[in-house]
Each structure stands twice: as structure tokens, then as C-alpha cells.
């Protein structure tokens, strides 16, 4: 589907929050909640994983859902499944056009194999799923990551079948807006990755809205 606005107002929202570049946040939307992320800067990655509130082993399946839409990029239309096939979320608006389902999350790990040994100290998303997982029940561990969506992030897929994690095609004030279908459990890392050309090395904050529906 093509780029779509939303026509709701933020002095409608029920919870507005600007979430700082390298910080998580976790947050349970009620069925038809609708949650708007907004890149507030421009071409910012936010490292995003949803859960069936429910029944928390049930998380987000890049393959159910790229599956079930035949296409292998996330807009405006795209139903976000679980691994039980379960519909999650849909989305029901996006300036931006195209988000990335299969580029993974920041590692220590991947921070050496990409970067340089060096740099595997340096804060990642993996590390802060994990922070934000442990606060919000104990009993998640690293079994429940699962590969997650970069929202606003362009990895396109070459003719050879690897990924190149090119210069954004988002920009200020450009925003995603998903409509819970069920309890969902959203956890975001707001990457702060600063080897990443495709942010211009400046990881910058998001904002996040919610209303009723």
C-alpha cells in the first residue's frame, strides 16, 4: 500500500513520551490502542519486538509475517504476526514507506564481526532488550529474543541474496503507527549504534503516542 497519514492528534493521545537515543522502553497496549513512533531527527533505527501479553513465548515472527503479506518489507497494511500466526498488530499508518524485518539487532557480538573487535563494549540493542525483558518479568530470558523489526531502518536485499545496510529514506518528523489486535507487549531498543553510516553515526531520540481508537 502506499504512504498513508493518520488523521489522529496528538492532544488526543493517552501517553506521549520522547525516548532518549540508546534507551528501551517496554509498554502493554490494549487491543485497539494505537501506538505512533515518530523519527523525530531523521533516519533513526528503533529496534522494536512485540509479545502476546497473554502468553509471552509467543513473540513476533519475521516469517509468519513476511509469509503471510508476500512481501519482505513492513507499511502501511502489513499485519505483524506472532509465531503462532497469531495477527499482533497491524499497520495503519506510514510516512516513511518501508521498514526492515530482517537486518537484526546490534550485538557485542556483531559490533566485533562488523566494526572491529574493539568495539564490542560499546551499549547495543541486544543488551538493552535484555535489560528492559528482565525488568518487566524475570522470567524472560534470552530465548524470547527473537529477529526483530528496525523501524525506519533500509536494509535492501541484493541480487546475491546478503544485505546491505544502506542510507536511510526516512526523515524529521516521518512516523510508523501500529494498531494493536490483541494485549501486545512492545519492546523497543532506541539503537544507539554510532558505526553505522545509515544514521549518519548520530543515533537521535524518538517520540512515542498512544491513543484509544
Known sequence: MPLMESPRKVEDAIYDRILPSGEGW??????????????????????TLFYDADNLEDH????????????LYLTTGTILRAESGKALLRIVADTCG????VGGACSAQSNGVRYDRSLEWMHNCRDTFMLQLSRYDDRLQKRDLAPN??????????SDGSLEFADGISA????????????????????????????????TPIRLVIWEN
Open 172 to 203: 524529521p518528523g516521518r512516523y510508523v503507527e501500529l494498531e494493536s489486535l490483541t494485549r501486545t507487549l512492545v519492546l523497543i531498543s532506541n539503537c544507539p549504534q554510532l558505526n553505522n553510516p545509515c544514521n549518519a553515526y548520530n543515533p
Open 26 to 47: 517496554t509498554h502493554t497496549l490494549q487491543p485497539g490502542q494505537v501506538l505512533r513512533i515518530i523519527d523525530l531527527e531523521g533516519n533513526q533505527a528503533v529496534d
Open 60 to 71: 513476533y515472527s519475521a516469517i509468519a509475517t513476511i509469509t503471510g503479506q508476500g512481501n
Open 149 to 158: 523489526i528496525n523501524f525506519f531502518m533500509n536494509v535492501p536485499v541484493t
Open 98 to 101: 518501508r521498514h526492515d524485518t
